[in-house]
């Protein structure tokens, strides 16, 4: 029986296809990825993430106790603002990538749905002290609203400015009446905000929302272009382009370690790592020619040797072009290099390019 | 959604039978409602011979890559090169300007085995 968010019956009546993603029944598309895509890039689209997992962990000992888990640096983390960190393995494998929020009662963990029971038992294993974690995935809603116009339209909804509030920040507030936590954060690579709330209370909170963003030219977005959109903004998809096999180095998220903390799991590994240099470098790239790359697929060099493989790939809608990730030896995965993906046994070339696909527009504090 | 002119493999692949041995091929609107947006097709070459049941060309959408099969044995005389530029023909009109291939059909009889549209819609709505 797969778990159904709050708004389940809110996407079928919307006439959503509906598919099985990590245990959970969510929707893939409404009116179709490409123009769910496009209009979240030019206006705004609305995602339900009702199932992604949230975990409370309070006690006198959270900080410490986190810090031992996570890569990141909980100690800079200052109330109202929100980190992406990592939880690794010993040997430096990724357990799950997470996004941690400062609250006045302790740390809330937003992990991936369908990690979300094995953090749970990590996370009781490993926490050491007086702490105490809570699950509160299930009374949990999460909706986001995300593009150029996501301000604009969120804001008709609450009396919280939202101009003050910066990239990977968050604070409390109503929206349509319902009390929130309201973050500036998303996976789109657009800007936009998510908001985390009472589970009871999501068809009022989507509801309102269409409301005052359909006029605007909001759409509700499924999970075919949330995927779409990320990659092309170069975010890492768990299960995907990072799983426990792959290390933060690896895949190109050594920012977000940091080796100068004293003690994590995961860090003699990763200091290992760094000074024998890694093996592989997860890149991106851009085919030359059209052949779409996906998960799996070889890649090979100029000879037909194999030098890596594809973890994610796509059409690109905003570029018009075909874009991928995956791990090459580190040794051929500088910018600029040509690669060739091993599409159904044809070799199509490839170039592996800097940054991201496409740079949307964030809102981020300076100075 | 099934015209009756056509015949249609299990495959949701749609055969037009048209002068002589010629028989023109797509893919059903089941197969494109199903696919969602259709971003990329790979095409056979002209002159390739094929057997009923082979594929013989790719149809890939945002999330999916599908196979399609030569619902007949024969070889491929025509291809649909529109479909490198706009592959969304497939999605916007499946039965006219979204056809893929026309094979010369080796042995017009195989056309019997494929379904009827009464046949197929049945299977789809099964």
Redesign the interface.
Known sequence: MLKRTPLNEVHKAAGA?MVEFGGWEMP??YS???VEHRTVRTKAGMFDLSHMGELMVSGPDAMQALQAVTTNDLSTLEEGRAQYSILCLPNGGIIDDILVYRLPEGYLLVVNAANTEKDIKWLQEQLKGDVKLEDRSAETALIAVQGPLAEEILQKLTSISLDELYSFEWTSGDVAGVACMISRTGYTGEDGFELYFAAERAVKVWEALMEVGTPLGMVPVGL?AR??LRLEARLTLYGNDIDETTTPLEAGLGFFVKLDKPEFIGREALLAQREEGVPRRLVAFVMEG???P?KGYPIRDEQGNEIGVVTSG??S?TLEK?IGMGYVKASLADAGSRIFIDI?GKYRPAEIIKGRFVQGHTRRRTG | MYPSELRYSEEHEWLKLEDGNRARIGITEFAQKEL??V??V?LPEEGTVVNAGDSFA?V????A?SDIYAPVSGKVVEVNDAL?DSPELINEDPYGEGWIAVIEVSDVAEIDSLLTAEQYQQLVEE
Request: avoid cysteine; hydrophobic fraction near 35%.
């Open positions: 296809k893939v598309q179709g990825v490409l075919g995927d779409t059209r052949g779409i996906r796509s059409f809608p075909d159904r | 969602g947006d971003v990329f790979e790719v890939e959408s945002v999330k890559v490198n």
